[in-house]
């Protein structure tokens, strides 16, 4: 079993819609969780972070976290063909002196015009 | 302000020779981080700098790997000999302190022939 797990898609929404980027994590101890946006041949940016269970809002972005079932969501409203890139998930278990972050292999969306 | 930069953005070597890779993390940054993506695999750890200090070097894949950072400013990862199975995506992160957010360069592509 991976340690963070996402479907690699493509994920194809329509322009405007909700599109809603899953993550399934293994470790109990994850304290910390990222969502990454990578463009082809560019660097991960930092889209979200979230560290408590529950909701957490930022423009067009929504970050979910449900620890009891271990998974942590991204939902992108009105979705923009700009959005189309590869979504990364991230964990760590931060409070020690690793902050080593755990990737998943990352979720391809797509956004139609 | 800046962000991370990495340099080389592409390196090309054949087996067994040499190469070093560079990071300049953002201003004011203690934390550094040395990532890995090899085709078709999610992005894993190498090791995390506090200032001039290794951290935690959990991730390095062997000791053909050296990592410094010398002042506790800029960082170099040397692969020597390279190997074939050294290519891949190396990151580097930074973040100002360990519960802050990391945030990544383009990253450098190495290809061993």
């Known amino acids: 079993q991976k340690e963070v797990e996402q479907n690699s898609g493509p994920l194809s929404v329509p322009e405007g819609a909700i599109a809603s980027l899953n993550c399934t994590y293994s470790?109990?101890?994850?304290?910390?969780f990222f969502w990454y946006r990578q463009y082809s041949g560019k660097s991960p940016e930092l889209i979200m972070f979230?560290?408590?269970?529950g909701d957490k809002e930022d423009g067009r972005f929504t970050a979910q976290l449900n620890k009891a079932s271990q998974y942590v969501s991204l939902l992108i409203r009105d979705s923009q063909p700009s959005d189309s890139a590869t979504y990364l998930c991230?964990?760590?278990?931060?409070?020690?002196?690793?902050?080593?972050?755990?990737f998943g292999t990352g979720t391809l969306l797509a956004v139609q015009p | 302000e800046a962000g991370v930069t990495q340099f080389p953005s592409h390196s090309v070597i054949e087996k067994g020779q040499t190469v070093t890779l560079r990071c300049d993390p953002i201003?004011?940054?203690?934390?550094l981080y040395w990532y890995r993506r090899v085709m078709g695999k999610e992005i894993k750890f190498l090791l995390h700098?506090?200032?001039?200090?290794?951290?935690?070097e959990s991730g390095m894949p062997n000791n053909r790997f050296l990592a410094e950072r010398t002042g506790g400013t800029y960082s170099t990862l040397k692969v020597q000999p390279a190997e074939l199975e050294d290519s891949g995506v190396y990151f580097c992160?930074?973040?100002?302190?360990?519960?802050?957010?990391?945030?990544f360069g383009d990253g450098t592509r190495l290809s061993i022939l």
């Open positions: 992160a930074s973040s100002q302190n360990i519960n802050q957010p990391q945030h």
């Open positions: 470790d109990r101890g994850s304290q910390s």
């Open positions: 979230i560290y408590s269970n």
């Open positions: 991230a964990v760590n278990m931060s409070g020690g002196a690793t902050n080593k972050l755990i």
């Open positions: 201003s004011g940054h203690d934390n």
């Open positions: 700098f506090v200032k001039e200090s290794k951290q935690d």
